[in-house]
């Protein structure tokens, strides 16, 4: 396994943090949620390197590569951003790096059709939801520094989301009818993997994070399973179902599937 060291690009960035405001456990709390966010942020720009050959092949337009070039050193600025935050709160920026897997490539599909599937699974569902759980998270934190660091964060990520339906609109001139019904196909196994991901990166707690915490970037588990799920209904299900996509129908064979596994596992 490779480690991944950001003790040094964190410590660059300058962060100071009153760690007196914290209990000892809500620091290493705080401590391990920082570091995940490191870790997540950091692969994360993996993601977007993938999309540049698919778009290549798909025939997009060069300035919107360039955009996709651009959220690669975002991700990659976040990691950072992370970092700090654990270095200031007296952390070590360190984690180990997991075995990346590629973005898929679809095989089964053609380069268009390969290329709308990552770009709604990536853009358009897990970013849309990051944008409202960063943008909760915000409003709960309470040092400037922290305040800034996701104030960063947030705009990129509102860029990301944004990127992905812009994208679905300037290809829509070449999205047929067939296209258009595999798509939709599609959505379901794109809305069941963001659930099976997000609810496994927002576990409920045994009690509910203390006020203090919750204030250096600590989620309130319950909320963010809510947030999730009111985004996901109100935000993109309508988006997608503006787009000629079974948004609606596709959401409910993907948390019908969710909560039957979820039973079983219990």
């Known amino acids: 396994m490779t480690t991944l060291d950001m003790r040094q690009a964190g410590q660059a960035e300058g962060m100071k943090l009153d760690r007196g405001a914290l209990s000892e456990a809500d620091r290493q709390s705080a ?20 999309l540049i050959p698919q778009m290549m092949a798909a025939g997009v337009d060069v300035r919107m590569q360039l955009e996709v070039a651009s959220m690669i050193q975002e991700e990659l600025r976040h990691g950072v951003l992370c970092a700090a935050a654990v270095e200031a709160l007296g952390g070590e920026a360190v984690a180990t790096l997991p075995v990346l897997q590629p973005v898929p490539s679809h095989e089964d599909a ?3 059709e390969a290329l709308l599937r990552n770009v709604l699974s990536i853009c358009c569902l897990s970013e849309t939801v990051a944008v409202a759980l960063i943008t909760a998270e915000r409003l709960e934190t309470r040092p ?14 509102i860029g990301h989301a944004r ?20 798509l939709g196909d599609y959505l379901p196994v794109a809305l ?11 576990p409920l707690q045994p009690r509910p994070p203390s006020d203090a915490v919750e204030g250096y970037g600590v989620c309130h588990g319950k909320d963010a399973r809510a947030l999730l799920y009111d985004t996901i209904e109100s935000v993109i299900v309508p988006e997608l179902q503006a787009r000629g996509l079974p948004g609606q129908s596709a959401w409910s064979v993907a948390r019908a599937e969710y909560e039957a596994g979820a039973q079983q596992n219990h």
């Open 110 to 112: 053609e380069p268009l």
């Open 144 to 157: 400037p520094e922290l305040q800034e660091a996701l104030t960063e964060i947030l705009g990129d990520e």
């Open 192 to 202: 069941l993997h963001l659930l099976n991901y997000e609810l496994d990166h927002l």
């Open 31 to 50: 401590i391990a949620t920082w570091q995940g966010r490191m870790l997540n942020e950091h692969v994360s720009a993996r993601v977007f390197a993938g």
């Open 163 to 182: 990127f992905g339906w812009r994208l679905l609109d300037a290809l829509e001139p070449r999205i047929d009818d067939a296209l258009r019904e595999r």
